[in-house]
T-cell receptor, first 117, second 114 residues
């Protein structure tokens, strides 16, 4: 079963508008973490934002915020005031315990965002 | 502070050849891992290490070997390359700070096996 689901393969947004990228997750672990990464066309993976399962408030990092709805198991990324440089692939990931000694990240399939001028 | 470095950036191999992808980090992180990214997909874990001398398999380990003789280096070896191993390979290093587990990724190695 999919542990991280990103249902939007591609999205468009007008420059300066806000956009929400969806992510739902599935875990039975009470302690987990959720991440968003940006992958521009150059290929590198850029960390954007993190939300811990016990965090009471939604995480924010500059223009990025994470809309964390624990009961719904969703962790949507909100980008405010979109810029042309935001055009990229965006991956949602969940930290999951692995082999009792470490953690691994489970990645979703990604959403390609295109910002229109 | 270079972060995570990977070499080479690009590589073309013929089926059956072997090679080693290099990865190094200068952040003194204990955790290091290798992922592969296939077209249109997220990353899948190949192997990981929790410290020098300690490695273990991830989700898709077949056809790959790793070793960790130092904290800094974590090479990935392809034993006998197959076209199914055509992918982009990312090395990552991690620290566990409280509840947070942020992975720092290298720039990736694009591998084509013909």
């Amino acid at each position: 079963a999919q542990k991280i689901t990103q249902t939007q393969p591609g999205m468009f947004v007008q420059e300066k508008e806000a956009v929400t990228l969806d992510c739902t997750y599935d875990t039975s672990d009470p302690s987990y973490g959720l991440f968003w990464y940006k992958q521009p066309s150059s290929g590198e993976m850029i960390f954007l934002i993190y939300q811990g399962s016990y965090d009471q408030q939604n995480a924010t990092e500059g223009r990025y915020s994470l809309n964390f709805q624990k009961a719904r198991k969703s962790a949507n990324l909100v980008i405010s005031a979109s810029q042309l440089g935001d055009s990229a692939m965006y991956f949602c990931a969940m930290r999951e315990a692995w082999m009792d000694s470490s953690y691994k990240l489970i990645f979703g399939s990604g959403t390609r965002l295109l910002v229109r001028p | 502070n270079a972060g995570v470095t990977q070499t080479p950036k690009f590589q073309v191999l013929k089926t059956g050849q072997s090679m080693t992808l290099q990865c190094a980090q200068d952040m003194n992180h204990e955790y290091m891992s290798w992922y592969r990214q296939d077209p249109g997909m997220g990353l899948r874990l190949i192997h990981y290490s929790v410290g020098a001398g300690i490695t273990d398999q991830g989700e898709v380990p077949n056809g790959y070997n790793v070793s960790r003789s130092t904290t800094e280096d974590f090479p990935l070896r392809l034993l006998s390359a197959a076209p199914s191993q055509t992918s982009v390979y990312f090395c990552a290093s991690s620290e566990l700070a409280g509840d947070r587990y942020e992975q720092y990724f290298g720039p990736g190695t694009r591998l084509t096996v013909t």
